[in-house]
Nanobody, 115 residues
Framework: QVQLVESGGGLVQPGGSLRLSCVASGMIFSIYQMRWYRQAPGKQREWVAIISSSGSTNYVDSVKGRFTISRDNAKNTVYLQMNSLKPDDTAVYYC?????????WGQGTQVTVSS
């Protein structure tokens, strides 16, 4: 059974930084693409970043240059380093992986950017 557990969210002032973590289990972590999504209040869930098994990355335009996705295969963990945070980044952030013809999601971690 694939499980994803996110952590690292919290309240931060505009311009601040946070690092989110997502620990995966029940899968061969190193061979799968990993994604981060977010969902702001009243909005649809939005894709944020992706990292391939080889470490290639891509981002939604709104976070390019501010967010960095990375992975540690030895720890079965994917990270999202978020810098220069803005109030518009406020959302619940979710880790995602597609394994065996289905999507798996973590429980999410709340990120609030406010002064």
């Amino acid at each position: 059974q694939v499980q994803l557990v996110e952590s690292g969210g919290g309240l931060v002032q505009p311009g601040g930084s946070l690092r989110l973590s997502c620990v995966a289990s029940g899968m061969i972590f190193s061979i799968y693409q990993m994604r981060w999504y977010r969902q702001a209040p009243g909005k649809q869930r939005e894709w944020v970043a992706i990292i391939s098994s080889s470490g290639s990355t891509n981002y939604v335009d709104s976070v390019k240059g501010r967010f960095t996705i990375s992975r540690d295969n030895a720890k079965n963990t994917v990270y999202l380093q978020m810098n220069s945070l803005k109030p518009d980044d406020t959302a619940v952030y979710y880790c995602n992986v597609f394994v065996g013809k289905r999507d798996y999601w973590g429980q999410g971690t709340q990120v609030t950017v406010s002064s």
